[in-house]
Nanobody
């Protein structure tokens, strides 16, 4: 099983990025998906997650209205659209997947992880 996160980069405050997570070796139709980030010196935090059937979606308070999680199961790919980025969004972003139908927010609930993609927002 592999999760390949990409799409990070350097943007100015107010800019946008779309992160992608291409998954191989599993069928995303049966997996909960989560996006996490970890800034230097901080713990990994959950940004957005959804259940396998997308009926439950979670957004961390600071990203509500700015980030949108989505998936294309036919492409086995999950996305995180980020707009109005702020310097405090700077972090390494990770995608994760777990074989469960229900939503899971805690990082410990995920079995598979991607390698991370760096997002840097300049002020």
């Amino acid at each position: 099983v592999q999760l390949q996160a990409s799409g990070g980069g350097l943007v100015q405050t107010g800019g946008s990025l779309r992160l992608s997570c291409v998954v191989s070796g599993i069928d995303l139709n049966y997996y909960a998906i989560g996006w996490y980030r970890q800034a230097p010196g901080k713990e990994r935090e959950g940004i957005s997650c959804f259940s396998a059937n997308n009926d439950t979606i979670y957004y961390e308070e600071s990203v509500k209205g700015r980030f949108t999680i989505s998936r294309d199961n036919a492409k086995n790919t999950a996305y995180l659209q980020m707009i109005n980025l702020k310097p405090e969004d700077t972090a390494v972003y990770y995608c994760a997947a777990d074989n469960r139908l229900t939503i899971v927010v805690t990082p410990k609930g995920y079995h598979y992880w991607g390698q991370g993609t760096l997002v840097t927002v300049s002020s």
